[in-house]
């Protein structure tokens, strides 16, 4: 069974930095990606990047140069650095779990999903 249990989440002022992490159990490290989405209130859930495990990764337009996504296989962990945050970051950051690589942004390819951890930016 995949397990996905996301931390770091907290309340951070406008152009703060958090590192999320996401733990990661039950598959196979050698075939896989994990995603980060996130949802803000009334709005739908959205990709904002990924990584696979042969390295490869996505970023959503609108954290391009901001975020930066990385893993640690042997820990089984995947993190996403958020620098310059910007209040419209503020979300329910969530990880999910795709079978295979490469990275996708859409959520039907994602068969797991963490609980979520809340970011909130203030400015």
């Known amino acids: 069974e995949v397990q996905l249990v996301e931390s770091g989440g907290g309340l951070v002022q406008a152009a703060g930095s958090l590192k999320l992490s996401c733990a990661a159990s039950?598959?196979?490290?050698?075939?896989?990606?994990i995603g980060w989405f996130r949802q803000a209130p009334g709005k739908e859930r959205e990709g904002v990047s990924c990584?696979?495990?042969?390295?490869?990764?996505y970023y959503a337009d609108s954290v391009k140069g901001r975020f930066t996504v990385s893993s640690d296989n042997a820990k089984n962990m995947v993190y996403l650095q958020m620098n310059s945050l910007k209040p419209e970051d503020t979300a329910v950051y969530y990880c999910?779990?795709?079978?295979?690589?490469?990275?996708?942004?859409?959520?039907?390819?994602?068969?797991?999903w963490g609980q979520g951890t809340q970011v909130t930016v203030s400015s």
């Open positions: 039950g598959f196979t490290f050698d075939d896989y990606a």
């Open positions: 999910a779990h795709k079978i295979g690589a490469p990275c996708s942004d859409y959520e039907p390819d994602f068969g797991s």
């Open positions: 990584i696979s495990n042969d390295g490869r990764t």
